[in-house]
């Protein structure tokens, strides 16, 4: 079992940046790839950035690459997503997600930290 735990999210102006933050429980932490998932009313959860195990592995949906970055540190069992220029259409309630390397899909969740960005 994994628990998690995101922090970081509030309300940022258009063009500016937030780091989320996301602390995982659980000793085998690195044997989990992790993703960042982002859902908007009335709209299907969202992979938007997923991180293998190592940390030697990374993808971006479209619609953030090049301006979200994901990171891990297993020493401290947390992984980021540094979120810069952030557009308006970025607000979403932001989750993390841990999936164990031999499985097919995510299976463990974090409660979800809202993003709000204004223009």
């Known amino acids: 079992q994994v628990q998690l735990i995101e922090s970081g999210g509030g309300l940022v102006q258009a063009g500016g940046s937030l780091r989320l933050s996301c602390a995982a429980s659980?000793?085998?932490?690195?044997?989990?790839?992790m993703g960042w998932f982002r859902q908007t009313p009335g709209n299907v959860r969202e992979l938007i950035a997923a991180l293998s195990g190592r940390g030697d592995s990374t993808s971006y949906a479209d619609s953030v690459k090049g301006r979200f970055t994901i990171s891990r540190d297993n020493a401290k069992n947390t992984v980021y997503l540094q979120m810069n220029s952030l557009k308006a259409e970025d607000t979403a309630i932001y989750y993390c997600?841990?999936?164990?390397?031999?499985?097919?899909?995510?299976?463990?969740w974090g409660q979800g930290t809202q993003v709000t960005v204004s223009s």
């Open positions: 997600a841990a999936r164990a390397l031999t499985s097919a899909k995510y299976n463990f």
């Open positions: 659980g000793h085998t932490f690195s044997t989990y790839d």
